[in-house]
């Protein structure tokens, strides 16, 4: 994120990629890049993924954009990802703040029909005008910042409440506010209900600030409101507070024990079925066929790869740590997985990193012994900070650096400790 | 246009991912609307690949409970675990060679027979194809060809908005140059074996 910060105000156009749980790392320079601002467009795309397909929480980075206060946009398809990340730059240069482009699970790993366009040329030397009053953010100058951050975030306003990414279609009185990939399950679901003219939806892009003039006068023309989203409440709750200015009283829901959950993701048979609910329309779900009679199936929980070194190198520590009592903290990679029965080397999990630092506290807060695991491409994330502190603090604990010399896990992707020179690039240092 | 759902359930490494590909650029030939999804966080280590491949005039790109139109199972008994993706009319082929997981083979869990693992499939759908795919895949001249030797059985079908010769000529288009000629055999072999109903 500092990178891209740097380059962006150098006036270059960068993009900035990473998922949910990586803008927790970012999120220091992001809240503060908000008051410093861009110059060429920068772009965050902030991969969210509901249900935990591959990650350790399902956290709701629309969030983000509120708490930086900066615009987000979402996407419902493959093909308006691919549109909103030109739409998103334009956004971006036209405010001076970096622009979240916010996608989920069902976006990224799903393939459509995409029509390319002319690529520009790339523009990649910019230039830095000293400023320092802009952009050193000591407390004297951050507080004229945070003032054009709150202008720009107005004029943000004024975009959403035009802009071609929050959509209405039809024009029933049954009001369904959605976004990102709910908009395909609730256009499949009004269609295979037959309720298109009774319906109304209204499809949030440009998802902060939200437009709340659009908003009210959608409201006004509706006798009920159901709003469909993944995650938190996000939408629900501003729509409430909206309505509530404009004195209306009509029913809204979105999150309740009935409806929709904050946990895990949707699917079109869900969202039907609610919205069938919601609106009081006979429907009959199609039922799977009987399952209930079927023999236990093998469990086929992912494995550690036959001839994996980790393998070996965690019965060697059970085998060292024979007879001790111990706590095993581990970390992000494919090692987690040494975690599982029956060489159960993994009892602490919460972020990249943690393996090191939570080695740290249970050294200090309890007596038994503490070894602990960390591939070598997230110790070089951000494991090796806590480390150093371990050292001063004399911290007593044992850190198996499982230095396998790339990013297994992922698709061997470069870290630090990969020595590039065989992989025939030029222009890295081997670290020694 | 209709809408036809299709799930691909697989084992990693099977080529659940690559077939896929084929059958999206098949669509792409033919002129139509195809939204594809897959799930393959744990692929690599052992863990199951799902594709979800809607065809026609849908908007969402995943595929609920009891709503497949057609299954395609690369494994027997990952096959039998997607059942609760299909409804009385969902069409079922299935390889039957098994890829048992490491927690049969450390005797915590046990593999059904494949005899039954068919009966259980037969008795809940209308229509079902079940074969050996391994066997004709290293008739084709590699293990591998696995998952084009399905897509034959899939196309044989016809029950996707495609034509054999548009998944044919995808196959062309996708695989490896080397491997297409074995590639076009193992589809044959599926497309043939489909056809005599086993």
Known sequence: MEVAAAAANSGLRTMCIMKHVGVNVAADPLMTLAYVGVKG????????????FSSQNEQDNRYYGKLAGIPILEPSSVREAKNMTISAFELSERLGEPVILR????INHSSAFVDLGKIKNRKTKGDFKKDPFKYVTVPAVSRTLHVKLLENLEKAEKLSETSEHNIITGSGSWGIICNGVSFSYALDAVKDLKIQDKTKILRIGFSNPLPPKMIKNFAKQCEKI???EEGEPFMEEAVKAF????KLILPIKGKHKNLFSRLYEFDPGMVREKIANYFEIDYIPRNSVDTEKLPKIPQRPPNLCSGCSHRATFYEVKKAAKGMETIYPTDIGCYTLGFLPPLSVGDFLICMGSSVSTSCGFSKATDKKVISFIGDSTFFHSGITGLVN?????HNFTLVILDNGTTAMTGHQPNPGVDMSLMNFDGYNLLE | MNITRLIIVAVGGQGNLLASKVLGEAALISDVPVHM??????????GIVESSIVFGDAESTIISNGEADILLGFEPSETLRAMNRCNKNTKVITNLAPVPSFMVAIGKDVYPEIEEIKNLIKQRTKKFIAFDALKLAKEAGNPMTINIVLLGALMQTQTLMLSKESVQQAIKIRTKKAFIDMNLRAFDLGFKTAEMGS
Do not use: C, K, W, Y
């Not at chain 1, 371990?390 to 004399?394: D, K, L, P, Q």
């Not at chain 2, 999804?37 to 052992?46: K, L, P, T, V, Y």
């Open chain 2, 37 to 46: 999804s897959e799930i393959h966080g744990m692929a690599q280590r052992g």
């Open chain 1, 243 to 246: 309505v509530q200015e404009e």
């Open chain 1, 103 to 106: 996608t989920t699970t069902r």
């Open chain 1, 390 to 394: 371990a050292v001063f603090n004399n």
């Open chain 1, 41 to 52: 467009g920068l772009v965050i795309i902030s991969a969210d993924d509901p249900f935990m």
């Open chain 1, 226 to 228: 159901l709003v469909i």
